[in-house]
Every structure is written in structure tokens, then in C-alpha cells.
């Protein structure tokens, strides 16, 4: 048969609001909406990867509702529909959403919008990989090589060969302890889970009906009542609300059979904390990754950026400076996810300008 | 004989422009203007330790003419004359305008606007106890007594006891090397310079055409032409730019005879670099000296100021934090002094607003 493929529809998840990467990122500018790791915006980075018209649709754009304006203002007419989700309620509901608004046989890349590739031909060919097997019903993930026994991150364990770079998914296990993480990089038999998948609308349906039957139904009620007005989808709020919040690797993958797992090296990062920003980064000789109006003077290994104010760093090593017009940041890099600290002490003080 | 006692005049010296307290301290408000030690500027607070009527007269304020209104709104009807230097020449043309403002008879207390001191009673009893040798034609010294051997000071030597508490001054040196520093404080003949001078102003005068006649008759020129407009007084410029530039030091008090050390343990600081301000600064139980909005989680020894953002610091130590609406400085407290190559950085980048 040498029928026509159809495109691959990108579902690009924009609802996350971390505050990992504050004085940065804040709950009206969360981390898909600064430009991190280049010129863009990572949700524009995002889009821009899946924009080859040969091989994609436009994208559903999933996203709460307050980011609306910034998204279309961003992505303009790039998108193919912008679902506006009426609570958040993690990623599972989020996909089910797009799944919905999609054809059951339409092939589906699931893309977190704030994640960094460094390798996007890389990126590319995975997806090619793994086509073929999600045309043919398996939920395809991306494994990304470990480089260190981070337990922030979820892995995946590969099992038989399915194919030429492709594998049987096995077991998924959601930030390990230290001492799972080093075997798993020692064993070689882990991947991190990068959060990207690609399958089949109907596939997701079918095994949220198995395995979350709530929330299928949820999704569905919502997306019957959704109210249209252009390119956005506004699902039924009440409908929505009544799903279960579960992420898409507990409600689905860990459940799930026929999960296929293409290993990949493409300089991922969910650039989850200024240390993984750092890691990222492009550095100068003396190892500071800059950006902003700054001024490193015999500073070594350091993170310095600002949205606001010079920041003059003199003789200091290995230290996030982060500064914008009404914050500034000062942590060891190797302790940049104390940030969180931070902005629990703020919240407590009720200084909700600056969160 | 019992005669009334003419009031001590004090000569508050302002035209100091330091850029070592950089990103507070800026051209156009200099240090004297900070609000460094407390609630008030340090010039304000320089005044009022002179502002007994009993004891003082209204003061003579010497500073440069672009600081006249600022001085006028922090000073007041306190002033007695504001003597505006059409030029910076040092110090000891600055002191010897006021000393041609003043009778010959008059006892001046020369005072720097912009040092600390703790001990206010103590520097009353220093002053109390100079008296009766500025009277008798001694010019009186205060020796700040050192707790460590710092390189940036003046010393002055102490040789024989003229009364209870009272010396003779053998010799000034200013900033010695480190050998010679660690044996000044070993040897306890030598005390810090505290730039606080006690004496008549004809025996200033006097002094001045011996040891420096090109100062004294451009000094005496330039207030022979003067204008004065309410309590300001403008000495001619083109006379006193005519004046050599020279510290009142190097001028008069390493050349003169009849110099007096009064010994005082004021904790007194020329507050002359970040480190220094944190030495002189109340701290918290972990050691941090802080003012302004910030915030500071598991950190020790640090000082953090702001006149600006919030500054959150976490799991730092031992660092000067300063930030400021335009600039943010970050650096070691044991290297705060270079400061200044932040400072000649942005000159020579020609970036004059932050300066």
C-alpha cells in the first residue's frame, strides 16, 4: 500500500508553572515563556522543531487558560488549535484533551514546551524511528542517555529488541533513590524518561478507558461542551474539573503494554534547575554562562544573568546569580534547587508580587 | 580667669567622592550621603555628634559646589556657612577656606563626614580632653587604636606624655606596608590617623604659610574674593584652582611641631570599603549584616543590602550582596575592595549612569 502518511500532529504542553527557575520564571512568565537556552522563547523552540510542513500539522497548543494571549502572541498563526484547560490537572487530562480534538487514527507527538534539545536532526530521526511502530498501536517514548545518576528525572528500562534502535519498554520508575539511579546508569539498561511521546490518538483513549476510566470520561464530557471561538477550545470547566490531576507516566505508561522505547542522545535537558541551565549553557573560557547586562571579573563557573540590573561579579566561583527589575538570586550552582526556599519564604510572607 | 569659653567652630569636610562603596556610593551621591550606619546619612550623623549648643557652634560644611542642595536639604538651618570648593583640591585647602572663615582664636574640630563612630560620649571626652592644647596653640589629633594591622590608614606614632592621656605625636606615616603595620600594632606606640583634628585656626594658618605658602595665599585669595549668597559662600575660583592639591596630612601635619595624640577607643571606622561597613554593622545570630529587602536562608557572614530588588541569598557565605535599582555587585567580603575593578570597567566602557 503506498497510501499518503498522514502528518503527525505535535501536542505541545504549555501549563506548567514552576518556580525552579525563579526570580526568572513566575506564575504569569513560566519557564516555557523565557528564553533560556537562545533567542527564542523555549515554547517557541519547541514549535519551531515540529514546524516542517512535510512532516507535521500545526500543533495543539494544551495550556491554562491565563497563558492564552501570550501563547497566540508567541506562536501567532502556527497553531493549529489552542486547547485552554479550564484547571490544571497535570498532563494526563491535558493529552486526553488533544487526543480528543484529534482524529483516533491521527499519529501524536506529545512535546513538554519547556524541555531543551540540543540535537534537533537527532530529534528528527528518533521521531522516524519510532513512527512506524506508533502507526502500528505502540506508545513510542524517547530515552535519553544518561550522563549521571540524577534522581530528579523518571527512567525507563529497555527490554528486547524490537527493531533496529528500537526497543520493548519494560518498567518506568518515577525518580529513583541515589542508589537505584547509579545502578541504572551503571547497568546501561535505563534511559531518562524525557517526557516526549508519540502514538496514536485512539491508542491514548483506549488505554485511558482501561486504565483511568474517570478521567476518559472527564476529558470526554469536557470536550463535548467545549465552546469554540477561533483557534481557541474552551473544554466545559465544570466537566473538566471533575478528572482525576494524574501525570501521563502514572495514569498511562506505567500501565500501559506494547510501549516501545527509541533510545536517543539529543543533548536533552528539562532544564529543571539554573544548575541544568548552566549544564546547558554555552560557556566562555572561564567556565561563566552569561546573559544580560553583566560583568564577570576573575569569576569562574558561574551562572549570571539579568533582566534588570548590571550584575558585577567579582572573584566568586561556582554561583547562580540570577537578576531581574525586583529580584535578585544568590545560590551556590550546587545548591540551585534551594530556590524553592526561597520562594516558600515569600509565599509565606504573602509577597505575592514577586512569585 | 575665669572667661567665658568661646564655642569650638567643628569644619565638617563632605567633598568626598569615593567610588569604593560602588553600587551605593555613586558620583552623584556620595558616601557621606548613604544611610550606611543607621537611619541617618553619615554626614547628618556627623553633625549631630557636634550639635550640643553648649559646646559647638554652628558648623563650617566644606564640600563641592554640585553638592550644595543636598547637603542644604539634610543639614538645614543646622549649617552655619556651606563653603563651596570650586575645584577638589584634598583636604587641606578645603580645611584652611574654613580657617579664613573663622577668627584666628577660633578652636576648630576638623571632622570627616564620612566616617563612623561609635562611642559618642567617648569622642566628647576625647575632644573635651584636646581642648586645653588646641587652646595653647597644639594641634590635636585623635589616635583611633587599631585591632589589626590594616595597610590602608594613617598611623600616628605616640611619643611623651604631655598630660593624663595626652601625647605628644612623633611621626605621621601613611599606609604602611604589612611588616611595618604588624609591628605599629605590636609595638602599641601607634595609633590609626582618624582624620579628626582639633586646633586654632591661626595656628592652622600659621602652619600653612610655613610648611605650604602656594595653598596659603590661594586659599587667602580666593576667600578674599568670595561671594556669599545667604549661608553659602562661593570663594573665587580661579584663585583657589590656582592651589596645590594636598592632604592635610602631607600639607601640614607631617611637617608641623607641637602635634598632640589624644588615644580613644571609639570603635571608629573610615567605612571605607564593604568590609569595613560590615565590621562597624549590628549582625544576626549567623553573622549577616543586612539592610534593606532581602532575604537570607542558610547563609553566614554575609552582608546584603539593597536599595532596590529583594535580594534572596541561600547557602552563601562570607559574600558582599549589593544591589541597587541599575546595579547588583557580588563579591567575597575579604576582596570587597575591588570594587573598584568593577568600577574602572564600566568607566572604560564609558557606561557614566551607573557611576
Redesign the interface.
Known sequence: MAAIQRKIIPVILSGGTGTRLW?LSRARRPKQMLELTGDETMLKATAMRVADPRMYAAPLVVAGTAQAEAIEAELGEAIGALILEPAPRNTAPAIALAALAADRGDVLLVLPSDHWIRDVAGFQAAVAKGRPFAEDGWIVTFGMKPDRAETGYGYIERGEALADGVYAGVRFVEKPDAAAAERYVAGRRHDWNGGIFLLKAGVLLDALAAHAPDMFEAAGAAMRGQRRERRRVHPDGAAFRASPAQSIDYAVMEKAERIAVVPASLGWSDVGSWAALYDAAEKDEAGNAAGGDM?A??SAGCLIR?E?????????ED?V?V??????????RG?SQ??K??VE??KAQG?DA?L
Chains 1, 2 share one sequence.
Do not use: K, Y
Open positions: 526570580p560583568l571579573i576573575d539579568s534588570g540590573p548590571l550584575v558585577a561579579a567579582i572573584g566568586v554561583l546569580i537578576a531581574t527589575a525586583d529580584a535578585v538570586l544568590v545560590v551556590p545548591d534551594r530556590v526556599e526561597a519564604a515569600l509577597r514577586l
